[in-house]
């Protein structure tokens, strides 16, 4: 085994060890909304639950050489966003959303994606996804980084409320084979859902 310190590695090395490693990602496309009411839209595959009760989610939005990120500045000003599951069907529009935009301009009319309203709260969802989380800031903090220089925000929201298209919901379940969830891998590189397999867990 190879054996290596992080701290002797840089930012970019340690971020290149852990995105080949610790695969697949699942992908949270988040839409959020600026002051001036312009609508962001971005992919991130730090991305997991935090909670079932109440339903929880977190998203960790890495700085860039210490500047907040447009989605993470967005969340913490008006405490709403919204998590959509990237799948094979709108994952190359999504991909075209990472661009680097200037705040007034929105990603999702760059790409034609389509804006539908959301329930419960003022940020809107993308239509081109099969499942989307209507999400309330829970908590967000600062972490890494040195010297007062965070490395990244980790959004933690509560699930207020879903929307799943009925292609892919059965007896309260989501079908993961209709979904077509993509994950993320490393460089340029996805993964798509291949063989699956059952293992019980002990009692």
Request: aromatic share 6%; charged share 25%.
């Amino acid at each position: 085994m190879r054996k290596i310190d992080p701290k002797q590695l840089s930012e970019r090395e340690n971020y290149k060890f852990l995105i080949g490693s610790i695969i697949p990602r699942p992908i949270a496309f988040v839409t959020s909304v600026s002051a001036e009411g312009v609508v962001n839209a971005a992919p991130f595959s730090f991305f997991n639950i935090v909670s079932s009760n109440p339903p929880m989610i977190s998203v960790s939005v890495q700085r860039k050489q210490g500047e907040m990120k447009d989605t993470a500045r967005n969340i913490l000003a008006n405490r709403q966003f919204v998590v959509h599951i990237v799948d094979t069907e709108n994952v190359e529009k999504v991909n075209e959303t990472a661009a680097s935009l200037p705040p007034e301009e929105s990603e999702v009319e760059m790409t034609g994606l389509t804006l539908v309203g959301s329930t419960k709260i003022g940020v809107p969802g993308v239509k081109e996804a099969k499942v989307r989380f209507e999400c309330e800031l829970e908590t967000a903090l600062e972490l890494g980084g040195e010297e007062n220089n965070p490395g990244c925000d980790l959004i933690i929201g509560k699930v207020v409320y879903y929307h799943i298209e009925e292609s892919i919901y059965e007896d309260g379940r989501i079908d993961s084979q209709e979904l077509a969830a993509i994950s993320r891998l490393a460089g340029n590189d996805y993964a798509k859902i291949g063989e699956q397999f059952t293992i019980k867990r002990p009692l």
